[in-house]
């Protein structure tokens, strides 16, 4: 996604000429046009993603808006505290780029697994996180960020639809696949992966494939569709690269619960841990979690 990051954001840079970006000395090879369109408005902070932080809150606060960018870990985890003390104590629009999500940099082990990242910066007052699902989707996802009057986290990825598939406009909530079997709803690009699957399924058993793209729920409510296709169903699935703790699902089931209309039925599929015993590509973290296309189909015929 990082391609389309560039390109949404230097078509950004040109209309908001208050706009300033700053990265953690990372995306070569990738944010060039970016920095040749904005010139002195686009600062490479270093190795020093702390300091990058309150220098981006200080800017907010004279109210230019302000993109910085790393590695999804060197995003949130690092500058935890000046995320927190800078920005979102301040209620400061600063919009954080997070690249590689989830097990996004799976090969290089444990302090690079970002399966944490969402559940952790949502405990801090008023911040909004923006998970695309597909590459199509970023251009919408940076101007979501940009009319949010309050911090943002922005996880990118690899978008990861079946070759042909046609991919919906983007929108905070959409359905995938359509059928009458259980109600699965994944966050951000893992969703993606079991498209093909779903559509080769008779529609009785094919399930109602949802995806997320925006949370807290309570700044972009559970459509009624598909609070309806959770009360029929009273199956329901949740599939996100992210550990339980802080989980979407989590979030999901205190809805539903208050809502008075749990479930009755329900399996969560998630990043199971940080350190496994050897490393791969993301596929092949997925799959030590239980979060490839196998195990959903499991899950599936015993939900």
């Known amino acids: 996604m990082r391609k389309q990051l560039c390109d ?29 369109a904005m010139g002195d408005r686009f600062i490479n902070a270093g190795v020093a993603e702390q300091n990058m932080i309150t220098v981006a809150a200080a800017l907010a606060a004279q109210e230019l808006e302000v993109w910085v960018y790393s590695i999804a870990p060197f995003m949130y985890a690092r500058p935890f505290e000046q995320i927190r003390n800078d920005i979102c104590f301040h209620h400061l629009p600063v919009k954080l780029i997070g690249n590689g999500g989830g097990y996004g ?17 949502l405990t801090l007052p008023d911040i909004t996180a923006l998970v695309p699902a597909f590459n199509e989707d970023v251009e919408a996802i940076v101007s979501s960020a940009g009319s ?44 993606g992966t079991y498209i093909a699957c779903f559509e080769a399924m008779p529609a009785g058993q094919r399930p109602s494939l949802w995806v997320v793209g925006e949370l807290p729920i309570e700044q972009n409510p559970i459509p009624e569709t598909l609070l309806m296709k959770i009360d029929s169903s009273s199956r329901l699935i949740v599939v996100e690269e992210h550990v339980r703790q802080g989980s979407f699902a989590s979030q999901l089931l205190l809805n539903l619960s208050e809502r008075g209309c749990p479930p009755k039925a329900f399996a969560h599929l998630c990043a199971r ?25 499991s899950v599936l015929a015993s939900v």
């Open 148 to 191: 949010c009057d309050g911090p943002a986290y922005l996880r990118i990825g690899l978008g990861e639809p079946p070759a042909g598939w046609i991919i919906p406009p983007y929108q905070p909530w959409r359905e995938l696949t359509t059928g009458h079997g259980p109600v699965v709803i994944g966050v951000g690009p893992v969703a």
């Open 8 to 36: 949404a954001l230097v078509d950004r840079s040109v209309r908001e000429k208050d706009m300033v970006f700053l990265t953690g000395d990372l995306g070569f090879n990738a944010l060039e046009p970016l920095q040749h």
């Open 273 to 297: 841990a940080h350190s496994y015993g050897r490393y791969g590509s993301q596929q092949f973290m997925r799959a030590q979690s239980g979060l490839d296309q196998p195990t959903m189909l």
């Open 105 to 121: 940099y799976g090969v290089m082990g444990p302090t690079h697994h970002s399966i944490d990242d969402y559940g952790t910066l």
